[in-house]
């Protein structure tokens, strides 16, 4: 069995905006006017993205499934969707339509999916009180970006959040987003998602570990796209410094690769030697399967890169689907 982490959807169809203070930031699907089985998903009146019925159909899903070498897959929403800059009332109720979205998808195929909703984290107490209504709904946890209107998510002000998730038991998927840098990328908008995108992951597991978070949730249960970003490459400077510093070694009371190895991270490094690395310094038990589908392609179907990487069979099994398990604070088969 392998379970694919890192997956999204995109509803079919969104509520009319109506009288919504969020106005045109409400997203809107316009059907097709690409292609037949496409819409455009239309923010602000722009079209974000032209997205096919992969982000919406179960049974395109499941037939898609084989040829990418995966049995199951954790939803969660395409993270343009967790739009924190919005009215707080309107935020609330766009997490509340993508939760119940994904939990009956999940409800229609529950040996396929696994589910992660959204909280509006734009207001930390308000994200606390719908933490419930995630948990009700039989999803496993959250998914939230990698800073919140620019402010990341080690930040004091979000513990009250964190420790409602560990009193929940739920997990936490978070997702490259909105860096907050982009001025500095020199080329194409498009190196936002090259370059910004795993630098973002950085800075929030960076956050995770320096801000004190793991100390204060030790039970927490949170995994990071895309590896982590460069994070792991840095990782070896701040454990140096960490000895060396007292000030370092306040705000972190454990060394801080420890707080590392207390996270989980999916395998989209792209290059086996950049996951074998990832591998090395967190163990290869916090390590997942990931793909973005459907807005990304793997390199390597899950088989072929257990066996690039010369991975004994418990190994694997642990990459494969063991992990993903612990991870959503599920019982093994």
Same mark, same amino acid.
């Given at each position: ?85 919005? %009215? ?156 060396? %510093? ?76 063991? %992990? ?10």
């Amino acid at each position: 069995m392998i379970i694919d982490v890192h997956t999204h959807i995109v509803p079919e169809h969104f509520p009319l905006k109506l009288q919504r203070a969020a106005g045109d930031g409400w997203p809107f699907m316009d059907h097709g006017r690409s292609k037949p089985d496409t819409a455009d998903m239309m923010v602000g009146g722009k079209n974000y993205r032209t997205v096919d019925d992969q982000c919406w159909s179960a049974a395109r899903r499941i037939s898609d499934l084989p040829d990418q070498g995966i049995d199951r897959q954790v939803i969660s929403p395409m993270p343009r969707l967790l739009d924190y800059g919005i %009215n707080v009332n309107d935020g609330r109720d766009l997490a509340r339509y993508l939760n119940e979205t994904i939990a009956e998808l999940v409800k229609s195929y529950p040996d396929r999916f696994y589910g992660l909703g959204s909280v509006p984290m734009q207001d930390v107490d308000l994200a606390v009180a719908e933490l419930e209504g995630v948990k009700a709904l039989g999803l496993r946890g959250v998914e939230i970006t990698t800073n919140v209107n620019g402010v990341s998510p080690g930040d004091p002000r979000f513990l009250p959040f964190w420790r409602e998730v560990e009193h929940l038991s739920l997990s936490v998927f978070v997702h490259g987003q909105d860096p907050t840098f982009s001025e500095r990328l020199v080329g194409p908008p498009y190196l936002e998602n090259a370059i910004g995108f795993p630098m973002e992951n950085a800075f929030a597991v960076a956050s995770i570990v320096t801000g004190g978070v793991m100390e204060e949730c030790p039970d927490l249960r949170v995994c990071f796209s895309h590896g982590g970003g460069p994070f792991t490459m840095v990782l070896p400077r701040i454990q140096h410094l960490w000895h060396q %510093n007292a000030s370092l070694r306040e705000a972190m009371k454990r060394p801080p690769l420890e707080y590392a190895q207390m996270l989980y991270y999916d395998d989209i490094l792209f290059d086996n030697r950049a996951l074998s690395y990832l591998m090395d310094m967190v163990g290869s038990s916090q390590v997942l399967i990931g793909s973005d589908y459907p807005f990304m392609s793997r390199p390597q179907l899950p088989a072929d890169e257990f066996a690039a990487l010369a991975l004994s069979a418990d190994v694997a099994e642990d990459l494969a689907w063991r %992990n993903c398990l612990r991870f959503l604070g599920l019982q093994e088969p």
